[in-house]
């Protein structure tokens, strides 16, 4: 039941977020771009793979490729060649993650209670969501009268005030987010790269 739960979130990510992982408007390269190599037919029998499935394979093909043991299995569903679409960018996911974490920690460094190793238990208690939103938008909110054990009310706060003020879409849900000590990190990824994209540019 926890998988199926946890499939269905990523789904619903996955379809909040688009086709692409990365946006060409943003300043996160837009590091791949899926190239067919099988028949056409296949496409209109079988689901395209989601945004976060060719993550996933990018980031296993960084790790794997230069292993002398890797030999990649090759089957109808994994017929995809994932390539760099700027051959001087060489950011594997797993940097791309990295340099959105430091975004979002160079925004709440001085935000007490705030501490970004990762893009799922460093966001379980809200106030990460809460203090990013709050860089921003100072006036939103007393942040100092926030407290990390009033898990509901932070996540409550940052998505109605990401909504309202920024116009950023609540892909997260309050209720699943509390009931999660270790969110999806693919889901906070997402929901965390659309707050950089409305933002990027302010600051």
């Not at 099988?38 to 793979?49: D, E, I, V």
């Not at 950011?91 to 190793?117: F, G, H």
């Not at 940052?158 to 997260?172: C, N, Q, T």
Request: charged share 30%; aromatic share 14%; with cysteine.
């Amino acid at each position: 039941m926890l998988r199926s739960y946890a499939l269905k979130k990523i789904e619903r990510c996955s379809r909040a977020h688009g086709k692409w992982g990365f946006s060409r408007e943003e300043s996160l390269p837009l590091i791949f771009h899926v190239e067919e190599s099988t028949p056409r037919a296949f496409f209109s029998r079988k689901k395209p793979l989601s945004p976060f499935a060719k993550f996933r394979e990018l980031d296993r093909q960084n790790s794997t490729a230069s292993s002398p043991s890797y030999s990649p299995v090759k089957s109808p569903a994994t017929e995809f060649r994932f390539k760099f679409t700027d051959p001087s960018v060489r950011d594997s996911a797993v940097q791309i993650k990295e340099r959105l974490l430091a975004w979002c920690r160079s925004k709440t460094k001085e935000y007490e209670n705030v501490q970004l190793d990762n893009f799922s238990t460093s966001w379980n208690d809200g106030l990460a969501f809460c203090a990013l939103l709050h860089h921003f938008r100072p006036d939103a909110f007393d942040y100092n009268s926030l407290r990390p054990e009033n898990r509901k009310m932070n996540f409550e706060l940052a998505f109605k005030k990401a909504d309202e003020l920024a116009g950023i879409a609540p892909l997260l849900d309050v209720e699943d987010m509390v009931m999660m000590r270790r969110p999806d990190w693919k889901c906070v990824f997402t929901y965390v790269q659309s707050i950089y994209r409305r933002f990027k540019d302010e600051d």
